[in-house]
């Protein structure tokens, strides 16, 4: 088998000047081929992982002993800008993937840019989680292990013959590992590509909750103060994020805090606990001059600052040392749950910005262009460590991710508040390794709060991001108000409708700790565009506005405070949620909501478990249970339980409780070796046949 060169006359005398290391696709993993082309770089996203492809969850799929592509339509050329690699494109065939940008979804026709930016909402796919990986309508996925600014063209450009292909050009670079990923469906090319990056992770179960971030500059006292309020008013939250003020220095940071507002950082975060909410420090790499570890890490930063900082090379073990152990230190030890990982997008074009040049030199060998590509990931993976050592789940966030990762536990998110395309990044990240979180802040109007906060909770991370507000949006949606302290006429009706938003999050956690084990175990994003689940059905193919969340609920969020919208049902019966009417498939469907619903469905043939809600998540909640039973033949349903926090699930300790629907009866058969009852079964509530 041999692969074919790309022809071009002026071009001749640099291809003449590669080798294919390898010219047969080597198959690495079931359905998982290699292909060497050129002489790669060697500093990839590769290079760096820190987990092993999840190979048990391979048995999950279907094999598919043949290589997806025929071998001799791979073309490959050095040029004297890097190199291009081709694979073949049909006028039929659809693309998706290429990361978090907000702004893009099928990719035919188009180029698209795999390159990190602070702003994912441009129609040229730059976006907070460039990822090198897209799937093809044909059913194959493709990785090109690369940190460079690849950008890939769908069919946008004819040969001189008139011929169109994918070309995917990589600069500087004069070869790459090109990964090809078998479906049969683009479904499971995305969970072939997601086992190999190490599988999805298990967040810990206060991760599922609401979390909420507090104005910038807030103190313990008001952390406090409002914390307790939220319990006092039965507003579920089980994450409270403290934001830059906590430190002596912001924009560069020092990571010391400021007693002036903490005088007790440990005491703060003992009393937080003491209420069950869970801690998320705010944090970017930059590191100013005035901070204990500056001078430390001197020698293994980078040669150009950000605001006055150094820029720390996370890819060196010593740089790693000296930053993370500060942050063990000063947050980790000291009870610290989780972080925000700030600023590491890259924003080069503004006035006084936070990046540092693509020609920068780290002492890893990085230079500045790669290392915007991957400082996202080597940040969150190196934060992990303490709390891997104190053998604790985590859920952060973070503002840029890349490649391989969907082992992650950060959520991605953006200061940017287009609400189409905040819905339009929680459908597309089912076509890759990334999370992304909607976030809430304030609001024009009440209806439009309300439809925030009711996309924001079909998130894997439900966030109200209040860094410049020192009120709730649902007592006050007008920032200048709610921080005059002038609480809105509306405000009980809004927290109404937003408590009840809360409740309806709070009672799909342990459906969604389900959906977030078979990421875990098999890939499968719980979050997923329609085309990933109905392949064939033509119309799902440009649908960015609706999604599957889990194996059987539909939610389709109402944007800028409408009432009304069209919602697509796949062919099969669907239930609304809320008022249980059934709706014949295959069709669209005009829908109209009140405030106190939106359109959420639910496929037609499944046990739902819904949990009576709590208001937050404690060591030893016991969920109560009512399964809701949808259709003649439900599909059983497993629930997960182990202590919700720590890693022993991964040494086995975790049980699971089969639930199945006899066609009169429920029943739920539970196995493995943890014994405490996370989950009791408190009934069954048929919902139509
Ligand atoms: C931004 C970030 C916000 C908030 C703010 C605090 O960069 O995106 O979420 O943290 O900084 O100043």
């Not at 830059?244 to 975060?269: C, E, H, L, M, R």
């Not at 609001?443 to 991370?461: C, E, G, M, N, W």
Request: proline residues 8%; hydrophobic residues 35%.
């Amino acid at each position: 088998m041999c692969m074919r060169l790309l022809t071009c006359l002026g071009l001749c005398m640099f291809s003449a000047m590669f080798t294919y290391a390898s010219d047969t696709p080597e198959p690495i993993l079931p359905g998982v081929w290699k292909i060497r082309l050129g002489s790669p770089e060697k500093l990839t996203p590769l290079k760096y992982r820190t987990k092993s492809p999840a190979k048990d969850g391979f048995s999950s799929l279907p094999s598919v002993p043949q290589f997806p592509l025929q071998p001799d339509e791979i073309g490959f050329e050095t040029t004297p800008r890097g190199c291009v690699v081709s694979l073949p494109f049909s006028k039929s065939e659809r693309f998706y993937g290429l990361g978090m940008s907000t702004n893009t979804f099928e990719l035919a026709g188009r180029k698209a840019w795999v390159v990190p930016s602070d702003h994912p909402e441009e129609t040229t796919n730059e976006s907070h989680g460039p990822e090198p990986f897209f799937v093809s309508s044909h059913g194959y996925g493709v990785y090109f292990d690369t940190a460079r600014y690849a950008a890939v063209s769908f069919g946008n450009s004819y040969l001189k013959g008139g011929e169109m292909n994918v070309e995917a050009e990589i600069p500087t670079a004069h070869g790459v590992d090109v990964y090809v990923f078998a479906g049969p469906s683009m479904r499971e090319a995305v969970q072939r590509y997601n086992l190999f990056s190490g599988g999805g992770p298990l967040p810990p179960l206060w991760g599922l909750g609401i979390a909420y971030r507090g104005k910038g500059d807030f103190s313990a006292a008001d952390i406090l103060q409002l914390s307790k309020s939220f319990r006092d008013t039965d507003m579920p939250c089980d994450i409270f994020g403290v934001e830059p003020g906590w430190q002596t220095q912001t924009y560069s940071s020092t990571f010391v805090w400021n007693t002036a507002k903490f005088p007790d950082p440990g005491d703060f975060i003992a009393q937080m606990h003491a209420m069950d909410f869970r801690i998320s420090m705010w944090e970017h790499p930059f590191t100013h001059p005035t901070s204990p570890i500056h001078e430390a890490l001197i020698p293994y930063s980078g040669d150009h600052q950000v605001w006055g900082g150094l820029v720390p090379d996370f890819a060196t073990e010593q740089g790693r040392k000296v930053f993370v152990g500060w942050q063990d230190k000063v947050l980790f030890s000291k009870g610290v749950d989780s972080v925000k990982i700030d600023e590491v997008d890259n924003q080069p074009f503004k006035p006084d910005p936070w990046s540092f040049p693509d020609f920068s030199k780290f002492p890893s060998g990085l230079d500045g262009e790669q290392m915007h590509s991957l400082i996202g990931v080597l940040e969150q993976q190196a934060m992990l460590a303490p709390l891997k050592a104190k053998n604790l789940r985590t859920w952060g966030l973070v503002r840029d991710s890349g490649a391989l990762a969907a082992p992650l536990p950060y959520t991605l998110y953006s200061d940017t508040y287009d609400h189409t395309c905040y819905l339009r990044g929680l459908t597309k990240i089912g076509f890759g390794g990334h999370m992304w979180v909607p976030e809430v802040r304030d609001a024009k109007s009440v209806a439009d709060l309300v439809r925030r906060v009711q996309t924001v909770i079909f998130s894997p991370y439900a966030m109200i991001n209040c860094w410049y507000m020192k009120m709730p949006p649902w007592l006050q949606i007008d920032a200048g108000k709610a921080n005059a302290g002038e609480q809105m006429p509306e405000a009980a009706e809004a927290t109404g409708y937003v408590r009840s938003a809360f409740k309806l999050r709070m009672s799909l956690i342990p459906y969604l700790y389900s959906a977030f084990n078979d990421y875990h175990q098999t890939g499968l994003p719980p979050l997923r565009a329609l085309v990933l689940d109905y392949p064939d059905d033509p119309e799902t193919v440009k649908i960015d506005n609706q999604f599957m969340f889990g194996p059987s609920l539909m939610a389709a969020p109402m944007v800028d405070g409408v009432s009304k919208r069209s919602v697509y049902f796949p062919s099969g019966d669907w239930y609304d949620f809320f008022t249980g009417e059934k709706i014949a498939g295959g069709r669209r469907v005009e829908v109209s909501k009140g405030l106190d619903q939106m359109p959420l469905y639910v496929k037609g043939d499944c046990l739902l478990p819904l949990a009576e809600p709590v208001n937050h998540v404690g060591k030893d909640t016991t969920f109560k249970i009512h399964v809701r039973v949808y259709g003649s033949h439900p599909a059983p349903f497993t629930l997960y339980e182990d202590d919700g926090e720590t890693f022993d699930f991964e040494q086995g300790d975790q049980s699971q409780v089969v639930l199945s629907w006899d066609g009169a009866k429920g029943s739920s058969k539970r196995s493995g070796t943890y014994t405490p009852i996370r989950n009791e079964i408190l009934n069954w509530e048929p919902m139509g046949s």
